[in-house]
């Protein structure tokens, strides 16, 4: 299994990004994926959630500003990124929502500074 993001990098408060995983090695299609950050110094914690027939679930610290969402033909999900604040400042990984996790890829940073 490989989870591959990118996307990340530094923005102003208020900035927009979209991040993006690549998935490959699993039926991608049937998974319940999910978006996950770790702050500096802090623990991983999840972000957003989308099952096989794409229902969400968000944070409340993200909901109305960041969405997620899924292409199950190019297996690749999507994280857009709204109304960014100081404390959105981690890396960003996908990984399944539910069982066992895969092997955790290295993440994209996302840093909101001005």
């Known amino acids: 299994v490989r989870l591959q993001a990118s996307g990340g990098g530094l923005v102003q408060p208020g900035g927009s990004l979209r991040l993006s995983c690549a998935v490959s090695g699993i039926n991608f299609r049937v998974i319940s994926m999910a978006w996950y950050r770790q702050p500096p110094g802090k623990e991983r914690e999840l972000v957003a959630s989308?099952?096989?027939?794409?229902?969400?679930n968000y944070d409340d610290s993200v909901k109305g500003r960041f969405t997620i969402s899924r292409d199950n033909i190019r297996r690749i999900l999507f994280l857009d990124l709204n109304s960014l604040k100081d404390e959105d400042t981690a890396v960003y990984y996908c990984?399944?929502?539910?069982?066992?996790?895969?092997?955790w890829g290295r993440g994209t940073l996302v840093t909101v500074s001005s």
């Open positions: 990984n399944r929502r539910t069982g066992d996790m895969f092997q």
């Open positions: 989308i099952t096989s027939d794409h229902t969400t």
